[in-house]
C-alpha cells in the first residue's frame, strides 16, 4: 500500500503563485507515476498533470499549461506542483495521485491511478 499526503493550499490573490506538495510513504517512491487532479463542487474530477517515474516526461491539461509545472524528487519521497499566475478558476481542491506501474497511456484519466491524497484547498481571490 502507498500512502499520500498533499499539502500545501491556501488563500491566494489572482496573479499570484503557489506551490503545492505530495509526500508518499510506501516503496519505491521512484517506481510510481504520479498526478495531479482538481475538482470543485458541482464538477467531475478534472486532470491537471502527470509525471513518469523518473521525472523525464510531463503532461498537462490545455488549461494549465504554461503555468504549472509538475516536478519530483524522488530522494526527498515528494512531487510538487507550482502554480504560476493564478487564475480564480483555478479555485479547487487539489489531489495528489499514483499508481504503482509504469507511466499510463492514458495518464489524464483517474481510472489509471490507485492510490490518492485526501485533498489540498486551494481558494483565489480576484
Known amino acids: 500500500q502507498v500512502q499520500l499526503v498533499d499539502t500545501g493550499g491556501k488563500l491566494v490573490q489572482a496573479g499570484g503563485s503557489l506551490r503545492l506538495s505530495c509526500t508518499a510513504f510506501?516503496?519505491?517512491?521512484?517506481?510510481?507515476?504520479m498526478a495531479w487532479f482538481r475538482q470543485t463542487p458541482g464538477k467531475e474530477r478534472e486532470f491537471v498533470a502527470a509525471?513518469?517515474?523518473?521525472?523525464?516526461?510531463?503532461n498537462y491539461a490545455d488549461p494549465v499549461k504554461g503555468r504549472f509545472t509538475i516536478s519530483r524528487d524522488n530522494a526527498k519521497v515528494t512531487m510538487y506542483l507550482q502554480i504560476n499566475v493564478l487564475k480564480p478558476e483555478d479555485t479547487a481542491v487539489y489531489y495528489c495521485?499514483?499508481?504503482?506501474?509504469?507511466?499510463?497511456?492514458?495518464?489524464?484519466?483517474?481510472?489509471?491511478?490507485?492510490?490518492w491524497g485526501q485533498g489540498t484547498q486551494v481558494t483565489i481571490s480576484s
Open positions: 495521485a499514483a499508481r504503482d506501474r509504469s507511466y499510463a497511456a492514458r495518464y489524464d484519466r483517474e481510472t489509471e491511478y490507485k492510490y
Open positions: 510506501g516503496r519505491p517512491f521512484s517506481s510510481l507515476a
Open positions: 509525471i513518469s517515474p523518473s521525472g523525464t516526461i510531463a
